[in-house]
């Protein structure tokens, strides 16, 4: 399944997903992205260190801001990606052998984060999981 694909079930069964549970599973387009790279871990594991970093990073931001609804999401955004870049050009002189680990997109790990500071950290990424294996099913036995 090419990549396209793999984004468009991912929204579809997100959607399902939080119509029948009510929960998201990180935002609508994540779960596509983390099936498609499903098979580096690593890359997923350091989207999730972002994504729980942006999100307290936010939380300690909202002290001294007040940030709510579209501004609150524009932060999530733009904190992921600042720690995402800052991630790629800190960690391969930190951490040689990790060679060019990147992050799963610019802002998936924003998105992530937005949704754990409303549901949790476990409800997340439980149901980030569960959508994103879905995914992989579909491409495996459906296309």
């Known amino acids: 399944m090419n ?3 793999f984004l468009v079930v ?9 119509e029948l549970t009510g929960i998201s599973p990180g935002g609508l387009i994540v779960p596509g992205y983390i099936a498609l790279f499903w098979n580096q871990p690593a890359r997923i594991a350091l989207t ?11 939380k300690f931001l909202s002290r001294w801001m007040l940030l709510f ?8 955004l733009l904190v992921g990606f600042t720690i995402r870049a800052g991630a790629q050009l800190i960690l391969p002189s930190l951490f040689p052998a990790l060679g060019g ?3 799963v997109g610019w802002l998936v790990p924003g998105i992530i984060a937005s949704d754990i500071d409303k549901q949790g950290a476990p409800k997340t990424f439980l149901a980030l999981g ?3 294996a879905l995914v992989r099913l579909v491409d495996l036995v459906v296309l």
């Open 10 to 18: 991912g929204v579809v069964l997100g959607m399902l997903f939080t």
């Open 48 to 58: 999730a260190a972002i994504a729980i970093a942006t999100m307290f990073a936010i």
């Open 101 to 103: 680990l990147e992050a």
């Open 69 to 76: 609804g579209r501004r609150r999401y524009a932060l999530f």
């Open 130 to 132: 569960a959508v994103a």
């Open 3 to 5: 990549s396209e694909l």
